[in-house]
């Protein structure tokens, strides 16, 4: 799906950090970094989905804030580090995603890629959050399946894990 109007503008080199290593992509400038991800990089675990920045399945890092890519043109991501959720795990699975797996925190999985890249957000920036600091990282995610429940309860594990590892 291409974006309306990009291909009437001038292409440019975006030169950016794609999940560690550096990539340079031939974009309009009004690109959607989502249309970026998905459709040029093939980095297909970041989704589609409102396309309004409403639902939050296609969040990325940026620079280490959670980004809706939707909503995330080429040119603003100029010089920018990059994160997906094929960037969060390393090596081995990340302690976050291992907890969405333990608590359940997931039913169909659509939306757990961006609830990953939101909390892994608010984990590097707060290690302990509260409980009012937890539903704000959470405020910009939907899920339409699991009633919420697994996915707190993940998150509570995540920062539980973290903690055990410092």
């Given amino acids: 799906m291409s974006d309306k109007g990009a291909e009437s503008q ?8 794609i999940n560690g290593g550096e990539k340079t992509i031939e974009a309009a400038p009004s690109t959607r970094l989502l249309t970026i991800l998905r459709e040029d990089l093939a980095l297909t675990g970041t989704k589609r989905s409102c396309e309004v920045g409403r639902c939050g399945a296609c969040m990325v890092l940026i620079d280490g804030k959670a980004v809706n890519s939707c909503l995330s043109m080429a040119y603003q991501c100029s010089g920018k580090q990059i994160t997906t959720i094929e960037g969060v795990a390393v090596s081995g699975m990340d302690p976050i995603q291992q907890a969405f797996l333990e608590e359940g925190g997931f039913q169909c999985g659509y939306c757990t890629p961006g609830m990953v ?6 984990l590097d920036e707060n290690p302990n959050p509260s409980e009012d600091e937890i539903a704000e990282a959470l405020s910009g995610n939907i899920c339409r399946c699991t009633g ?3 996915i707190w309860r993940a998150v509570k594990r995540a920062i539980e894990g973290r903690r055990a590892a410092t």
Avoid: D, E, N, W
Wanted: proline share 6%.
């Fill in 10 to 17: 001038t292409p440019f080199a975006l030169q950016c950090f």
């Fill in 117 to 122: 890249i939101s909390v892994k957000a608010m």
């Fill in 148 to 150: 919420y429940g697994g």
